[in-house]
């Protein structure tokens, strides 16, 4: 009976999973530093809403230096949906560290994506479009979608980044076309698949998402971990849970 329940949680486990990844890195010279991620709330419904919300709790809990949300806000702008997004993300003041955010393929297809990004802007997170930010000497750059040819690639070899860069890309495919030697890029889209196999083997990935499916990919064009995100867009999720990832990136080991 014991196990039972236990396979069945550990196939249709929907809880929000806390990800602990410790990266060293070529290029990274802010040994220590915490990256807390989300990635893909699709709040489209309150079940979205309120698993998101559970999302950013346990981000916020480990107290990281950075926090980051990689796209995929929802998928239609209704206004109770845009609704979501402010209530969600409006709990990252308490999150007490700088809060970036790349928009996502879906966020150009909901209908009223500017709308969208004005909602965005009353919240804690700064969205990234083509840009640059700057936190504790790291560099962020955040891509536009790339799905819709509108990310600006060149933005990762911009004279103006720091030895310990990190990319903001939805979706992890093109991470094959980031320029420059940035330390890291994290990406979502995936989903992990939702329905895998056990172990988490994905049977289906989007577009965008063929080659880098979830995980951390080290020898990856630039080294990228993808997130299996938090939002579901199938029915359910079979051996693979919504994830908030927590990363530690080390310099190199010696
Ligand atoms: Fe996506």
């Not at 060293?24 to 919300?53: C, E, Y």
């Not at 609704?83 to 966020?107: I, M, T």
Request: proline share 7%.
């Amino acid at each position: 009976m014991v196990a039972a329940t236990a396979l069945e949680g550990a196939v249709s486990s929907s809880e929000v999973r806390l990800e602990r990844r410790n990266i060293s890195l070529a290029r990274w010279d802010a040994p220590g530093f915490r990256i807390a991620q989300i990635s893909d709330v699709h709040l489209n419904n309150t079940g979205m809403r309120d698993k998101a919300l559970q999302a950013v709790h346990l981000a916020m809990k480990q107290k990281p230096d950075l926090l980051v949300f990689t796209g995929d806000f929802l998928n239609k702008a209704k206004p109770e949906c845009l609704g979501y997004v402010k209530e969600v993300f409006d709990h990252l003041g308490d999150a007490g560290c700088p809060c970036f955010a790349v928009p996502g393929n879906h966020d150009y297809t909901c209908e009223d994506t500017g709308r969208l990004f004005e909602v965005i802007a009353a919240t804690p997170l700064h969205l990234l479009r083509n840009q640059i930010a700057e936190v504790h000497g790291i560099s962020i750059a955040g891509l536009d979608d790339a799905y819709h040819g509108l990310a600006q690639f060149e933005t990762t070899k911009s004279s103006e980044l720091s030895v310990s860069t990190l990319v903001l890309l939805h979706e992890p495919d093109y991470v094959r076309q980031v320029q420059g030697t940035p330390s890291l890029v994290l990406s979502g889209h995936s989903h992990g698949g939702e329905i895998c196999l056990p172990g988490g083997i994905p049977i289906h990935t989007p577009i965008g998402a063929s080659i880098y499916k979830g995980g951390y990919y080290p020898d990856a064009p630039t080294p990228i971990y993808v997130s299996r995100g938090v939002g579901t867009l199938g029915p359910c999720r079979i051996f693979c849970p919504p994830e908030v990832t927590l990363i530690t990136v080390n310099a190199p080991q010696s």
